[in-house]
């Protein structure tokens, strides 16, 4: 058994898997990179089968016809034969240095026969054309190098959430709360982060920046114009979280809070890109999502109606739409997202 497998989902990436990939292969014997080819047309199918045919012990490659990010996903899962499990896209990197630790670390848990459910690092905003990096830790709500659960955690800020850049999971875990994603639809690593952590018990938080998260293309899935274009499907992965995950039947407090807060953020984002887009038909999207969240979860519609990040929603008229928008802004700035 390897110690981990790394999912490298890709489609159309001639222009910048390689970057990827040459950060991976230093894992050695130890790591499995499994390059999932998405129905690509151009020279991605020919780039990976050469990396596989110099590196046949480390890369593995799967063809298969286009899908989407989740279903390239999907066959990692299928496909993993390592202890752990993580997804690195194909336009993004890690840092050898942090991967050695992490590394080590997995290591460690495999030799003391204590392997957990969940590893967190921190992750960098690589934004294109900016010179401060914003770095997303978790240093104040999560103790460090130790084993602990969720009773263990603090309370997490407004802009501060588990994504799929930060998180390393045990695969038989993903396996065994069956978890797939929905083909041909964008925005499914919030799915894949989410549904999860409520068979998640024991977690390590490893604080070191070890995912670089590149943002910046015009072409890219995160751009803020994309996502407006493709509203529907983050809206239609919005409600999944809520169907996937009903967290009002999850025990643990703590864990129960940092459910709400994700999807309290989630909602949010997708409230405000509808907002953002100005027509009347996504406004009245806005109001249907809002209704079905009133109707599915009391729990998080009160949350969103009368919560700090809620209001933000639900000021009135073109002036309060405004308002909204000019704070999601100001949070772009201070986070450092796209």
């Not at 942090?98 to 290591?107: D, I, K, M, N, P």
């Not at 407004?158 to 065994?176: A, N, P």
């Not at 996937?244 to 999850?250: P, Q």
Request: proline residues 2%; charged residues 25%; neutral net charge.
């Amino acid at each position: 058994m390897k110690l981990l497998s790394v999912v490298i989902p890709c489609y159309n990436s001639q222009e910048y898997m390689r970057v990827c990939i040459e950060s991976l292969l230093p894992g050695s014997e130890e790591v499995e990179l499994l390059i999932i080819n998405d129905g690509s047309v151009d020279e991605t199918a020919e780039i990976a089968d050469d990396y596989a045919r110099k590196f046949p012990t480390i890369v593995k490659v799967i063809h298969q016809k286009n899908g989407g990010h989740g279903e390239a996903v999907n066959a990692g899962i299928r496909n993993a034969t390592g202890m752990f499990f993580k997804v690195v896209d194909s336009d993004d990197w890690v840092d050898i240095k942090a991967y050695e630790q992490v590394l080590r670390t997995l290591r460690g848990f495999v030799e003391e026969n204590n392997p957990v459910d969940m590893i967190i690092s921190n992750f960098v905003y690589e934004k294109e054309g900016t010179k401060y990096k914003k770095v997303m830790k978790y240093e104040d709500v999560l103790p460090e190098n130790v084993i602990f659960s969720w009773d263990d955690t603090e309370y997490f800020g407004k802009g501060q959430y588990l994504m799929m850049h930060s998180i390393i999971y045990r695969t038989q875990l993903l396996r065994d709360c069956r978890l797939e994603l929905p083909k041909h639809t964008f925005y499914v690593d919030n799915l894949y982060v989410y549904k999860p952590l409520a068979y998640v018990e024991k977690i390590y938080y490893l604080n070191v920046d070890f995912y670089r998260y590149f943002i910046g293309r015009e072409d890219q899935s995160v751009n803020e114009s994309v996502m407006i274009a493709r509203i529907d499907q983050q809206v239609k992965v919005n409600k999944l979280m809520i169907e996937e995950v009903r967290h009002e039947e999850i025990g643990n407090a703590k864990l129960r809070r940092y459910l709400l807060h994700h999807l309290e953020i989630v909602t949010v984002i997708s409230a405000i890109l509808l907002i953002r887009s100005g027509t009347k038909g996504n406004l009245q999207k806005k109001k249907e999502l809002l209704q079905y969240i009133k109707e599915r979860d009391s729990v998080l519609y009160h949350q969103l109606r009368y919560g700090l990040l809620g209001n933000l929603i639900h000021l009135p008229g073109r002036f309060g739409r405004s308002i909204s928008i000019g704070a999601y802004k100001v949070s772009q700035k201070i986070i450092g997202f796209n």
